[in-house]
């Protein structure tokens, strides 16, 4: 399994999130290295002002990162390559929303919560097809639920390049040696 992969799929997640935004179409509102003022407060239990949500680092943010979203997908118990897959979506669609898709993907009970079955299943799924195929399938349903989104229009090109920069990532992650890389499309 993939424990060590939380470093790297924080790096990679980061990379697509990038540093502070505050669109005005963005639900989310400010954000800062991909966490929004309201996880940030509900995550620290304390009122934090625009300037501290533009001083977030990495380092601030990396309990929250492994906490709510890494263990939450239970990373550390999915494949390796998988588990930056499954994290990444969390991060960026919440992880209720991940575990689902993950578990329509692995054809398993259908409730949100990653738990044995679904690891067993998702493991199943793996031998039996391949753990790249997964994550075709899976980045094939975050793309479908992006493009029901109302803000699909305004942020869909840079949803769409980041679920194929997972993808990608992912095939390199399952493959090393493989030196053909292609994109999800």
């Not at 939380?6 to 954000?31: I, N």
């Amino acid at each position: 399994m993939a424990a060590e992969n939380f470093d790297l799929s924080l790096e990679r997640m980061l990379r697509s999130e990038g540093g502070f935004v505050d669109h005005p179409k963005d639900p989310g509102g400010v954000t800062n290295l991909g966490v929004t003022k309201r996880v940030w407060e509900d995550f620290t239990g304390t009122k934090v002002t625009v300037d501290e949500m533009r001083a977030l680092t990495v380092a601030d943010v990396t309990e929250l990162y492994r906490t709510n979203y890494w263990n939450l997908v239970r990373g550390n118990d999915l494949p390796h390559g998988l588990d930056y897959a499954v994290f990444d979506y969390a991060v960026n669609s919440g992880g209720g929303r991940a575990g689902r898709h993950i578990q329509e993907v692995v054809g398993t009970t259908v409730d949100g919560g990653i738990g044995p079955n679904t690891i067993q299943a998702i493991n199943d799924f793996c031998e039996e097809y391949g753990t790249l195929e997964c994550v075709d399938r899976l980045l094939s349903k975050r793309i479908e639920f992006l493009k029901g989104l109302d803000h699909w229009e305004t942020f869909g090109k840079g949803w769409t390049n980041r679920v194929n920069h997972v993808w990608r990532d992912c095939e390199v992650m399952i493959n090393p040696d493989d030196q053909k890389k292609t994109g999800h499309q």
